[in-house]
């Protein structure tokens, strides 16, 4: 009786010692977040994800890219520049655990500030991540948004600012 408890303790020993899912694993478990890893895969991140990090990856939904027209989501899956700007404009080259999100900005590897509130949950720029579902993983965090977030093109800023001066 005493070798079958130990054979069991040991087996559950050994299967609890596994180790975490990266970004893309822990991505993938999710379910919700299929469009992303396509997208992440045409960029040719893949690989960066599933690196050492840590990263913090505000992930836009299936349901937050079925929100873009047909036409501009073919258009950016298509076009691996701007796949890359968008998709490296939600990622942080920092973990930020859901314990230690602060109001604030945050600088994404894209080169982008992303604002914080966390005055009512957690919002990035004005986008509140999808409650309860913060996924830990071993080389950071997934934040689930319900929006993809859009940047202004550079050329659109400069003429916004030469209208306003």
Known sequence: MKKVLLAVLLTLGVSNVSM?????DSAAADGSL??????????????TLKGEGPFTVFAPSDAAFAKL?????????????????????HVVAHKITTEDVQAGKVKSIEGHELTLD??????????????????????????????????EPESKKK???????
């Open 159 to 165: 003429v916004h600012k030469k209208k306003a001066g």
């Open 20 to 24: 975490a899912d990266d970004i893309i």
């Open 34 to 47: 299929k469009t992303l890893l396509t997208a992440l895969q045409a960029a040719g991140l893949t690989d």
């Open 69 to 89: 027209p047909k036409e501009k989501l073919d258009a950016l899956l298509n076009d691996k520049a701007a796949l890359t700007k968008l998709l490296t404009a």
């Open 118 to 151: 966390v005055s009512a949950g957690v919002k990035v720029d004005g986008v509140p991540t999808v409650g309860g579902n913060d996924i830990k993983a071993d080389n950071g965090m997934i934040y689930v948004l319900d929006t993809v977030l859009m940047q």
